[in-house]
């Protein structure tokens, strides 16, 4: 899913191009034809991207989002090929995540809270909590940046390497 | 190699805020198109800088995991606010989700017993990644459907406390737990030895 965001840039994007990216994986599943699959992440990967490049096109010029630069798909796509980080490290940001977000104060895990839990548009966090939907957009900007560099404090910590 | 555009905002940030800050805008699709080519050849530039986008892809994937099961906080009165996008995800694209779940399940299932017991070497070992990947799509599923239908929790069951994930999430089918334990298992890859 954070490949997809970072192709669309919108979590019902997002989702919509998972479940049609599933129904391909499921009807090749399913094909008495199919071909035996050597690397399922590369593979499941492949049509993932070709889903989102198609939503991109389909629907890009109605989306909110700018357009994706093709130089900027590379390297994302080079960035998640090269990610060979481990489950047990997943995990162990998942947890330091979870405390960092207990930490924020009360209107960034608000406002976090609204646009990851409630789907909520930047206009509509911004109506709740009265700011311009700009003001709120660079906010969850800084509220990554924040958690980003709490996740990999904790980390260290545990460790014992600089973040 | 390309060579690296110039800033053409703030040339007072240092390189690593600089790429951060084009990084979590872009997430929010706020970048236009001169930012996303520098990000690019930021990123085209420097290892380094494509290990940080990873390193916030993963941040990103933790997130909306998290929120899917509800621990992130929800905001305390603030609901009648907050657009009711769940509600109108879950009209557009119900049609999918059980077809989507129960078919995901069956494949992630079918590789798994194969890997483990039928060890058929043209199929490769779902890596723990995939896992996440189908984990956090299942824990997705499952917040929206609880956001959508309320009516159709028990309501003689215990309260729970807000900070126990399982009890937020729901229990995960048993294909799922069998998954996530091989994955910690330490397995060998089935063309290995």
Redesign the interface.
């Known amino acids: 899913?954070?490949?997809l965001?970072?192709m669309v840039?919108?979590?019902?994007a997002a989702?919509?191009v998972?479940?049609n990216a599933?129904?391909v994986?499921?009807q090749h599943?399913?094909s008495p034809d199919a071909e035996?699959?050597?690397?399922?992440?590369a593979w499941?990967k492949e049509i993932v991207r070709r889903q989102a490049l198609h939503y991109l096109r389909a629907k890009g010029r109605a989306a909110?989002?700018?357009?994706?630069?093709p130089?900027?798909l590379?390297?994302?796509d080079?960035?998640?090929d090269?990610?060979a980080?481990?489950?047990?490290h997943?995990q162990r940001?998942?947890d330091a995540?979870?405390d960092c977000?207990?930490r924020l104060p009360d209107v960034q895990?608000?406002m976090?809270?609204?646009r990851?839990?409630?789907?909520?548009?930047?206009d509509?966090?911004g109506?709740?909590v009265g700011r311009t939907a700009a003001a709120v957009?660079r906010s969850?900007?800084?509220t990554?940046?924040m958690?980003?560099d709490c996740?990999?404090s904790k980390l260290a910590r545990v460790t014992g390497v600089a973040p | 190699m390309?060579s690296i555009p110039p800033r053409h905002d703030d040339d007072s940030l240092p390189p690593s805020r600089e790429l951060?800050?084009l990084i979590?805008?872009?997430?929010?699709?706020?970048?236009?198109?001169a930012e996303?080519?520098r990000?690019?050849?930021l990123?085209?530039a420097s290892?380094a800088a494509?290990?940080t986008?990873?390193?916030?892809?993963?941040?990103?994937?933790?997130?909306?995991?998290?929120?899917?099961a509800?621990?992130?906080?929800?905001?305390t009165g603030?609901?009648a606010?907050?657009?009711p996008?769940?509600r109108d995800?879950a009209g557009?694209?119900r049609w999918?989700r059980p077809?989507?779940v129960a078919?995901?399940g069956?494949?992630l299932a079918?590789?798994v017993v194969a890997v483990l017991f039928v060890r058929?070497p043209?199929?490769?070992l779902?890596?723990?990644?995939?896992?996440?990947?189908i984990a956090?799509?299942w824990l997705?599923l499952r917040?929206a459907d609880a956001a959508a239908e309320p009516e159709a929790q028990d309501p003689e069951a215990p309260e729970v406390e807000e900070d126990e994930p399982d009890a937020m999430a729901g229990s995960p089918p048993g294909w799922l737990v069998a998954a996530v334990a091989d994955?910690?298992a330490g397995l060998s890859r089935p063309d290995e030895g």
């Open positions: 899913m954070a490949y965001m970072a840039r919108d979590l019902d989702e919509e998972f479940q599933a129904v994986v499921m599943a399913g035996p699959i050597r690397d399922f992440r499941a909110r989002v700018a357009a994706l630069e130089e900027l590379v390297q994302i080079r960035a998640f090269d990610d980080t481990d489950p047990a997943r940001e998942l995540l979870r977000a207990t895990r608000r976090v809270a609204m990851y839990e409630g789907r909520a548009s930047f509509a966090i109506a709740a957009q969850l900007s800084r990554r940046r958690l980003h996740v990999q | 390309t951060d800050g979590t805008r872009h997430l929010d699709g706020g970048l236009d198109a996303q080519r990000l690019a050849a990123l085209d290892p494509r290990e986008l990873a390193r916030y892809l993963r941040l990103e994937g933790a997130l909306i995991r998290l929120a899917s509800g621990l992130l906080g929800s905001p603030d609901g606010d907050v657009e996008r769940l995800r557009a694209s999918l077809a989507a078919l995901a069956s494949v079918a590789t058929q043209e199929i490769g779902l890596r723990g990644a995939d896992v996440a990947f956090d799509r997705e917040a994955e910690g």
